[in-house]
Nanobody, 122 residues
């Protein structure tokens, strides 16, 4: 069982930056692939970025490539999402998610946080 708690969301102007953090409970965090998803009002939840258990492999959806960076610190049971050059369309609730095994770019994650709101203003 893994419990996930996100933090770091907020209101930011377009072009600005935010860093999201996700703290995980459990002794086997390093065996989980992790991902960040987001869901905007009226839209389907989508994967933003994912990272393998070792951090050696990552995935980004096309719309955030070059702007967002996912990373993890297994010693701290944490995963991060650095978001730069934020755009209005990045506004959404961002969720941290975990799954045992390999990285997935699909909604195949077993554990979810409660989400943190990111709002980008003009």
């Amino acid at each position: 069982q893994v419990q996930l708690v996100e933090s770091g969301g907020g209101l930011v102007q377009a072009g600005g930056s935010l860093r999201l953090s996700c703290a995980a409970s459990g002794r086997t965090f390093s065996s989980y692939a992790m991902a960040w998803f987001r869901q905007a009002p009226g839209k389907v939840r989508e994967v933003v970025a994912a990272i393998s258990w070792s951090g050696g492999s990552t995935y980004y959806t096309d719309s955030v490539k070059g702007r967002f960076t996912i990373s993890r610190d297994n010693a701290k049971n944490s995963v991060y999402l650095q978001m730069n050059s934020l755009k209005l369309e990045d506004t959404a609730v961002y969720y941290c998610a975990a799954r045992r095994g390999y990285l997935s770019k699909f909604n195949e994650y077993d554990y979810w946080g409660q989400g943190t709101q990111v709002t980008v203003s003009s």
